[in-house]
């Protein structure tokens, strides 16, 4: 889709043919910019909503809603936004302090902004000062044994990741973690009989590594299936064990086989109270709705909160010819959300989804329905900004735009403690219509991401969507990659909507932390046919150290990756550190410019002072980092 499609036009005749009467006096013509003039003139209507508020109150300054949603239905019960009566911004303030949500916050297209002017939800009182939590605290504390304590939290709402005073917890695990910040050590699969080398359900251990006593009717296994592929990470139940056989039954198949080329998968288990040995941890007894923490500090000064929802703001147009538009949020701190009962990328095989599509092969690349969700989910939608965000503490990803949508933008954000991708844009099936287009990720800070989901996480994932501008941003901690340009290989180009897409001035450090075959900066199926028409830019990245766990068997990281046909690329003045492979890996098919992997790089190019975060980043930077 050419870029001029999605902006929008205004006619231009009167102006011009003012231009063509000055121009003929030989006057100097100096037309102002009506949109914005018109702008500075506009007061915004305001709605305040405030923590001690009341949702019988009217909104005011001195008599505040309490709730997002109860200002959200106030516009749409007075028809504030409503075309033709829209004259201005309409901005919700919330004040200062906490807005604990017990379930989403949903806009649809009855929520938008109007006549070019936009529906604002924002931090009144300085970007990260309202704080919009989905989590509760758990109280009814009573000791258990060891620094163990145990409260009573129902089983009607299952919960999957937990936080002691905005720490995440870890499930209980063995082999325990070597830190809060790694994942291993693992455990290793083995292949027990040689006909069973392609399983996917059946796990089979060293022998005399697993107690017979655990107790494991509510344990899972986080395992990177495959053998020596460290690319996906699979989250599994297990449905039964037999320790005397050494063999472990999951209740779902995994991504991959657990044995390749006779190596076995790295993989923990979790979610047994007999693992609960560290202060820290967690386990939770789904069966009869009872929570066993260790804390970090003394039980009484505390707060262990469980999340309450997968997904605080669900942004979403009934349909693509419905779109919700023009809304934002500005400064607002978004915290906690929850992640699921088990996680697995994708179908298994081509066409398992039971859709018709042109490329029943993207049923492998795409997110299961179950899992397409973030704290921000966005879809169905035109002009979304997410400006001065501080996400933190997810479940899953940060901000999942998924479909179609054009010209999202999120801007000068913090995203930290992650549990999937910081920010993840995924386009439509090829073949189905390009809908995903003009994006703008500028000035974000992304740091420990793919805490839950260490396999494919990225900072950044663009997939399938074109257009799009990824700037000025510090990526940093992750298992696997820090941006990614996915499509797929067997797609056509006609149906490949990843073009023209310009990501500059990136700085990216301790990728790769625990897979291989990978890079910091990693693209997939792209371009795979001839000619290889350059429309993809990269230029003034610098890329840290990508060094891997050194119980990782895969093959070596790389700073830059272009795999299964990542051609079509210009790269112009990139910096990489050290790896355990090549700097640059790719078919000879892209422009590459003063690359430090080539003879006669010339530092002087670099603009480093322009790469990564800009001086105007309005958060305080994590401890030990500089702009």
């Not at 109270?273 to 066993?292: H, N, R, S």
């Not at 830019?537 to 093959?555: C, F, T």
Request: charged share 25%; glycine share 10%.
């Amino acid at each position: 889709m050419p870029i001029t499609t999605f902006v929008r036009r205004r006619s231009r005749l009167p102006l011009l043919l003012a231009a063509g009467a000055l121009l003929v006096s030989g006057a100097t013509l100096s037309v102002p910019d009506a949109s914005a003039s018109a702008k500075q003139s506009c007061k915004a209507t305001e709605i305040f909503v405030a923590p001690d508020g009341d949702d019988k109150a009217k909104g005011t300054r001195s008599s505040p809603f309490k709730t997002i949603e109860r200002a959200r239905d106030h516009i749409r019960d007075k028809g504030l936004n409503r075309p033709g009566r829209m004259k201005c911004d309409i901005d919700v303030n919330l004040r200062a302090g906490d807005y604990p949500v017990s379930r989403t916050v949903d806009f649809d297209d009855r929520d938008s902004g109007a006549g070019g002017h936009k529906v604002v939800y924002r931090s009144y009182d300085g970007a990260g000062k309202a704080r919009v939590m989905g989590a509760e605290p758990i109280t009814g504390w009573e000791e258990y044994k060891d620094g163990i304590y145990r409260a009573d939290v129902g089983t009607d709402s299952p919960f999957y990741t937990l936080f002691e005073d905005g720490k995440r917890a870890t499930t209980a695990r063995y082999p325990n973690r070597k830190s809060d910040d790694l994942w291993a050590p693992y455990m290793t699969s083995i292949l027990y009989e040689p006909e069973k080398e392609a399983v996917r359900s059946w796990l089979y251990s060293t022998p005399g590594e697993w107690d017979p006593d655990w107790d494991m009717s509510n344990a899972s296994a986080v395992i990177w299936s495959g053998g020596s592929w460290s690319w996906f990470t699979d989250t599994v139940p297990i449905r039964d064990w037999n320790p005397t056989k050494g063999q472990i039954t999951l209740k779902y198949w995994t991504r991959y086989a657990l044995i390749n080329s006779r190596g076995g998968s790295r993989y923990f288990l979790q979610n047994s109270l007999d693992f609960l040995d560290q202060a820290g941890e967690y386990y939770t007894d789904f069966k009869k709705g009872q929570v066993y923490y260790k804390p970090r500090g003394d039980i009484k000064d505390v707060t262990v909160l469980r999340p309450t929802v997968k997904t605080l703001f669900n942004i979403a147009g009934p349909s693509e010819d419905r779109r919700v538009e023009n809304i934002s949020l500005d400064g607002l701190s978004l915290q906690y959300t929850d992640f699921v009962d088990w996680y697995r990328y994708g179908w298994i095989s081509d066409g398992d989804s039971g859709e018709p599509r042109k490329y029943p092969e993207y049923d492998r690349q795409i997110e299961l329905p179950r899992n397409r969700f973030g704290a921000v989910t966005v879809t169905n939608s035109e002009d979304i900004t997410l400006s001065r965000m501080h996400i933190s503490d997810t479940g899953y990803h940060a901000v999942y735009a998924l479909f179609a949508n054009d010209r999202l933008t999120v801007k000068d954000s913090l995203l930290e403690n992650i549990g999937g991708d910081g920010i993840k844009v995924e386009g439509p099936y090829p073949g189905d219509g390009n809908t995903s287009n003009g994006h703008l990720l500028t000035n974000n800070y992304i740091t420990h991401y793919g805490e839950l989901v260490p396999g494919d996480a990225s900072g950044i994932e663009l997939q399938n969507t074109g257009n799009n501008t990824v700037s000025y941003s510090h990526i940093k901690h992750s298992a696997r990659y820090g941006v990614s340009l996915e499509v797929r290989p067997e797609v056509a180009p006609a149906d490949n909507y990843a073009r023209n897409n310009t990501f500059e001035y990136l700085r990216i450090d301790e990728a790769g932390l625990d897979s291989g075959d990978m890079g910091a900066f990693y693209t997939y199926g792209v371009s795979n046919v001839e000619p290889h028409t350059v429309d993809n830019h990269v230029r003034q990245m610098v890329i840290g150290d990508v060094i891997p766990d050194a119980s990782m068997p895969d093959s070596g990281t790389r700073g830059v990756h272009m795999d299964a046909g990542g051609c079509g690329f210009s790269f112009a003045d990139i910096e990489v550190g050290r790896t355990t492979d090549q700097s640059y890996q790719s078919y000879q098919c892209n422009d590459v410019k003063n690359g430090n992997w080539e003879e006669g790089f010339d530092a002087t190019r670099m603009e480093y002072d322009k790469i990564g975060v800009k001086a105007s980043f309005p958060y305080p930077l994590p401890e030990g980092d500089t702009r």
